[in-house]
């Protein structure tokens, strides 16, 4: 399913094996930890789109391993999955940022729901690149400020997503001129180039050109 990893905390072999084998049949991509120190190690190495967590594990418990994770980031989905039931469990585990929660024993249908419920909203974020205020929607070809569309011609669209992509690094006019025609134009493409950025400044009111920077006698970046 599009490359979508799941890991996979569970010290409970059987427990384990069922949500590997449904899953993977559902056609995503799973990886299990009997404890929280192999998620770790291989969670250092290679995040997940999604992690499945058991909280009471063998040596560090499934609440540290969830402080860990949200030491590193705050977007990645976790669902805990516990025979832990009590409402207090379950506002404490949301709570410590987990955005779901499944009381063992639990029906896998349920579970395979939970899930596709995130891998949604994973296919309806992974084309939009974020940069302060401003959103790039690759998908439907469109930028956004604030929630506002801002009105892109063709190819001021392509030159403020190449500009995106390459966000950090100066982009030459000569490159961009290119991104557009697909060939060098040595003669005019400063001048073209320079018209477009003008016009593109003006519909997301960049006017004082702190978004779209300038380098003098190279071309353009965002910072």
Not at 30 to 42: A, C, N, P, R
Not at 103 to 119: A, G
Not at 183 to 200: A, P
């Amino acid at each position: 399913m599009d490359e979508y990893l799941i890991y996979s905390v569970e010290d409970d072999k059987e427990i384990s094996d069922l949500i590997n084998i449904a899953l993977t049949k559902s056609g995503f991509n799973v990886k299990s930890f009997e404890t929280g120190e192999l998620f770790l190690d291989e969670f250092n190495k290679t995040k997940p789109n999604l992690v499945l967590l058991d909280l009471m594990l063998p040596h560090i418990q499934g609440d540290e391993v969830l402080k860990e994770i949200r030491k590193f980031s705050s977007s990645i989905p976790v669902i805990i999955i516990s025979a832990k039931s009590l409402i207090e469990d379950k506002v404490n585990g949301l709570n410590n940022g987990a955005d779901d929660y499944i009381v063992k024993p639990f029906n896998i249908k349920e579970l395979i729901s939970r899930v596709n419920v995130n891998y949604r909203k994973y296919l309806e974020t992974k084309f939009i690149i974020k940069i302060d205020h401003y959103s790039l929607d690759e998908k439907n070809e469109s930028l956004y400020n604030f929630d506002e569309k801002v009105d892109l011609t063709k190819n001021e669209y392509k030159i403020i997503e190449y500009l995106f992509k390459n966000r950090g690094k100066v982009v030459s006019r000569d490159e961009l001129f290119k991104v557009i025609w697909k060939k060098e134009d040595k003669n005019n493409s400063s001048r073209t180039i320079d018209m477009h950025i003008k016009s593109i400044r003006e519909k997301i009111n960049d006017n004082d050109k702190n978004f779209i920077v300038s380098i003098y006698g190279n071309g353009y970046k965002i910072e």
